[in-house]
């Protein structure tokens, strides 16, 4: 499995597929985030635009490869396996990009005066809220994406409904864990969305099960 990671995160970064979400995920820090601005807000508005990044990851991921290579690679190692090693590369790059808009939100941020709340405290929340995000967005990619979606135009606008639906519905974690940090902002206390953050888990597992099961039937 090691191999194939690093055969995925060759492609993604010879692509240069990568760079278009990376910016859209600064341009959307740049627009949202101020510094002073209260540091709970701030890392949920960091945590909501993770959704749509990752989402983009995940399509550029699964669909890198030409169709030749990527059946060599299937023959070999398998279909599973193949598509599991594309989906965990964008989840990789989309932790990546949490981190360090994360980490951004920290440095710029009022440590929390503003709310009167631990720093450490909303840095956890924070990070928790990122992590829920990735997992609800990784879950969109995978659902939007091949092979369950094989039309270029419809598995974008897909993608892109799923991520509004994410960030709209009641039920979403992603929602969920960003709404936490928006109330505790309010309220002047810290949150954490564990719960947000398990559920999300379970949808991505899911929909990344699903999606390498399709795959494997038809390979």
Do not use: K
Not at 50 to 72: F, G, I, M, Q, S
């Amino acid at each position: 499995m090691r191999g194939l990671l690093r055969y995925q995160c060759a492609l993604l970064l010879r692509s240069q597929r990568w760079i278009a979400p990376f910016l859209l995920y600064a341009a959307f820090l740049a627009a949202g985030v101020r510094p002073g601005d209260p540091l709970l807000d701030s890392l949920g508005f960091a945590a909501a635009g993770l959704v749509p990044v990752t989402a983009w990851l995940v399509r550029v991921c699964v669909t890198n490869e030409p169709a030749a290579a990527r059946d060599c690679a299937a023959a070999a190692a398998g279909p599973v396996r193949v598509h599991a090693a594309a989906l965990l590369t964008a989840l990789g790059g989309a932790l990546l990009s949490g981190a360090v808009g994360t980490a951004a939100v920290l440095l710029a941020g009022d440590s929390g005066r503003a709310e009167r709340v631990d720093p450490q405290d909303a840095a956890l929340a924070g990070v928790l809220a990122a992590l829920a995000c990735v997992l609800t967005g990784a879950a969109v990619g995978a659902l939007c994406s091949r092979p369950l979606l094989r039309s270029t135009g419809i598995a974008v606008l897909a993608g892109a409904l799923g991520s509004l639906l994410a960030w709209g519905l009641a039920v979403s974690p992603a929602r969920r864990a960003v709404t936490a940090l928006v109330e505790g902002s309010r309220a002047h206390a810290v949150t954490l969305p564990v719960a947000s953050f398990a559920g999300a888990l379970a949808l991505a597992c899911a929909a990344g099960a699903l999606a390498c099961l399709v795959s494997a039937r038809r390979s």
